[in-house]
């Protein structure tokens, strides 16, 4: 006689091992979220800014093309390697429940073994066919990002973002050390742009996720200290950061062209940031958070129409 057995329940991640059940385009689809996409393209563009201002132009397309790639690599690895580690806090955040490693779709191993073949894999790349500052800053960023930021600041204190910005301002480094081999201060103002608008345009997304980061614990400056204080640090870090902008102008590291969107673009953000302290709404958030991200796209955009036309 044979006896029915009840079927084994799988646990999420073991579902997601399940090859089977899942097509080679949906897996691939998983792993290139790990990677966050958008957030590496916006970096490799900060990166290719750099360094078209350090050439004074055009850099080598072998040059600029391993730069970029190896750009993706390092900032894709430590998405997925940040994403190993914070499963925990995101499976419990609406924002984040769904990405691949906390929903159980990737195992967490393979998470991990995926992001660091992505961190190393830049290193080589950069070493090999750039230069080795650029393979050890592409290395500092991604160390910075995943042990700094994600392991030693994010669950641990309210300045998390304001010391972790470092990470995503590291590309820019990159970018200048491929093309001159080293770094000047052009390069370090470049990175303080960067450095100074990350916290203002996380913030602004701490406000819409509030309850989120209150559920899994993140000591975010909502959370930790009130709207109030957050939108007044907001006010305060974007006119700090306008300031930055518009130095390139008279300190001859770039033209008019650039010179007047900084400064429009810096108005605009200015009035969202106050507009955001006054109304305290969600839309006010959610306007400033926007105009930040299209604010640093642009305003890169521009330092590069400026190097090539002027």
């Known amino acids: 006689m044979i006896k029915s057995r009840t079927p084994k329940t799988l646990t999420p991640s073991a579902a997601a091992l399940d090859v089977p059940a899942r097509d080679a385009r949906s897996v691939l689809r998983d792993y290139v979220q790990l990677a966050k996409p958008r957030i590496a393209l916006l970096l490799v563009f900060t990166t290719v800014t750099a360094m078209i201002i350090a050439a004074d132009g055009l850099p080598p397309l072998d040059i600029l093309l391993a ?35 906390a929903a159980g779709r990737v195992s967490p191993g393979a ?16 070493a090999v066919f750039v230069n080795l500052l650029a393979a050890v800053l592409a290395l500092g960023g991604a160390f910075y990002y995943v042990v700094l930021y994600t392991m030693l600041l994010k669950r641990n204190t309210v300045v998390n973002i304001v010391i972790g910005g470092g990470a995503g301002a590291m590309p820019v480094l990159v970018g200048w050390a491929a093309v001159t081999g080293g770094l000047a201060l052009e ?124």
């Open 67 to 101: 730069t970029m790639l190896g750009g993706v690599f390092a900032s894709g690895g430590a998405s997925a390697i940040n994403q190993y580690y914070d499963r925990d806090m995101d499976a419990m955040m609406a924002r984040t429940k769904k990405r691949p490693i």
């Open 111 to 126: 998470g991990l073994t995926y992001g660091l073949a992505l961190v190393a894999l830049s290193g080589v790349l950069l």
């Open 187 to 310: 390069a370090w103002l470049l990175f303080l742009i960067v450095f100074y608008w990350t916290p203002p345009h996380s913030w602004a997304l701490a406000l819409l996720v509030n309850a989120d980061y209150k559920r899994a614990g993140v000591p975010m400056m909502p959370a930790a200290r009130g709207g109030e204080a957050t939108r007044r640090q907001i006010i305060l870090y974007s006119a700090l950061l306008v300031l930055l902008t518009l130095l390139p102008t008279p300190l001859a590291m770039l033209g008019w062209i650039y010179g007047l969107t900084a400064l429009l673009l810096g108005f605009g953000l200015m009035v969202r940031a106050v507009q955001l302290f006054r109304e305290r709404t969600q839309v006010a958030a959610k306007t400033m958070y926007k105009y930040s991200t299209g604010y640093l796209a642009l305003l890169f955009l521009m330092m590069m129409v400026d190097r090539l036309l002027l």
